[in-house]
């Protein structure tokens, strides 16, 4: 699988047909998902019929976009109509949405070929996408390891080469952090600029939608076509929207770069700090100037997500009562359904979140746990102002370590909450946030840079990691998965 632009040029040339490329990825798929198991469903039939209607068009010498013929992953909390969406809960195990969500009806539109549904922690809340409740993905990079989450499933068929790019959701990490792990580039948006009809709520002020890619004009591309104006999203930014591969540009001449001090201390690995301040000074080789920044309310990042989303999510998750939609267990009484349908249909982390913001959002505790967190996410959000003053672009690691062990953080919820502690900041200011591939630990796991923008600033980050990209060579590695 080569990059779009490589592969629109060879469908207008006619040198391979839609369904040719098409045909490849479903046979990648066939022969590496066993053992990866990004995908929850392949959708062949769905996929096949696409390409083919690209693969008319052509005939006809009608104009395609660079979308089109394009096989790409859909992260299963996006709706897609008549064909399941789980959110990796066994509580949507039959769930087939009558609706589509705005950003798949963008990429039918364009013609892009979804080869499937993709793995996911359990309504996305999770960093390592063993909260699946139906099967644990694994890194390419090796088996043994966890993707990341929780749209491990979408990084991962982007790592294996199984997809050419994919989409995810991210509510405190979840495209950026399984980006870093697999060695792919991810980008979350800034907040509102993408549509957030028809994807399944975690923490409404939190969600949104991005990319994943093995390139930074792959991603440029993908946010192009699913960003915009949506007035079925209440939150939905109504702004113009730039051709965003305008911004790659090979020089950083003129740009200012800030380092956050506060993310160079306890819990970060060694070996990725020292990866990352490479990377870092060698923005400054491509005419970056490079600062220090503080934000110093960042470490409370981590505390006040993990009292705003649960709240979120306990008010979000109350809809799955087994009356509409879902399973539903049989029982004398409705309390007793919703009662028993929950307890076997949500997982054990969903069940945790639940109760967290059920406790949080109660009587005589909302203004001692929510309250207070919101005003904490309101500081967050003037550190980064403050920093944005003097500089472009921020930067930071976006994981504090490489791929753990699959088990290994399971039995205790804090360590794996500590994964997101880089990213997390940035949903709760809404800002665009980007990991890009920057370099390898001893055991050749993947490393990430993270690039934070200001609102709406998400051409700064692309000109940043694109002209880091071009000048090395990271992008360019592959998993080594027979």
């Known amino acids: 699988m080569t990059s779009i632009r490589e592969l629109h040029q060879q469908l207008i040339k006619k040198e391979r047909s839609a369904v040719e490329i098409t045909t490849e990825a479903l046979d990648r798929i066939n022969a590496v998902d066993a053992k990866v198991k990004s995908f929850l469903q392949v959708t062949a039939d769905h996929a096949l019929e696409t390409a083919k209607k690209v693969d008319e068009k052509i005939a006809k010498n009608e104009e395609i976009g660079l979308?089109?013929?394009?096989?790409?992953?859909?992260?299963?909390?996006?709706?897609?109509?008549?064909?399941?969406t789980t959110c990796g809960s066994k509580i949507l195990a039959n769930f087939v949405p009558p609706y589509e969500s705005t950003v798949t009806q963008k990429l039918k539109d364009a013609g892009a070929v979804m080869v499937g549904k993709t793995n996911l922690d359990e309504f996305a809340m999770g960093s390592s996408t063993e909260n699946s409740g139906y099967q644990v993905t694994a890194n390419p990079w090796d088996l043994s390891r966890v993707p990341g989450g929780s749209s491990g499933g979408s990084a991962a068929a982007v790592a294996a080469s199984e997809c050419v790019v994919a989409l995810g959701s991210d509510t405190g990490g979840s495209i950026r952090q399984p980006a870093s792990l697999c060695g792919v580039v991810g980008l979350k948006p800034t907040y509102g600029l993408v549509s957030r009809f028809g994807l399944v709520a975690y923490a409404s002020s939190l969600d949104q939608i991005g990319p994943f890619a093995r390139n930074v004009e792959d991603a440029a591309i993908l946010l192009g076509a699913i960003a915009g104006y949506d007035a079925k999203d209440s939150t939905s930014i109504n702004t113009p929207i730039p051709d965003y591969t305008q911004f790659l540009k090979p020089s950083l001449e003129g740009l200012t770069v800030?380092?956050?001090?506060?993310?160079?201390?306890?819990?970060?690995?060694?070996?990725?700090a020292e990866t990352v301040k490479k990377a870092i000074d060698h923005l400054k080789t491509l005419g970056a100037k490079v600062v220090n920044i503080s934000c110093p309310r960042f470490r409370y990042g981590l505390p006040a997500y993990y009292i705003i989303a649960p709240s979120e999510a306990s008010s979000n998750l109350a809809r799955y009562d087994a009356v509409k939609y879902g399973i539903r267990e049989d029982a004398d009484t409705?309390?007793?359904?919703?009662?028993?349908?929950?307890?076997?249909?949500?997982g054990n982390e969903v069940k945790?979140?639940?109760?967290?913001?059920?406790?949080?959002?109660?009587?005589?505790?909302?203004d001692a746990y929510y309250l207070k967190a919101q005003k904490v996410r309101t500081l967050i959000k003037q550190d980064f102002d403050a920093g944005f003053e003097q500089v472009d672009v921020l930067v930071c690691p976006t994981s504090p370590t490489t791929a753990f062990k699959a088990g290994e953080k399971t039995s205790d919820p804090l360590s794996m909450y500590l994964s997101d502690l880089m990213t997390i900041p940035v949903n709760l200011a809404g800002l665009p946030g980007m990991s890009i591939p920057c370099g390898f630990d001893e055991q050749n796991l993947p490393i990430g840079l993270q690039l934070i923008g200001n609102v709406l600033e998400e051409g700064k980050l692309f000109q940043v990691a694109y002209a880091y990209e071009q000048s090395t060579d990271w992008h360019n590695q592959r998993p080594p998965l027979q």
């Open 67 to 84: 979308l089109a013929g394009i096989p790409i992953g859909i992260k299963d909390n996006m709706c897609t109509t008549g064909i399941q």
């Open 258 to 272: 800030g380092v956050i001090d506060e993310t160079f201390g306890e819990g970060l690995d060694p070996v990725v």
């Open 334 to 346: 409705l309390i007793d359904m919703y009662t028993k349908t929950r307890a076997t249909g949500f």
């Open 352 to 366: 945790r979140r639940i109760m967290i913001g059920t406790y949080t959002l109660s009587a005589g505790y909302y």
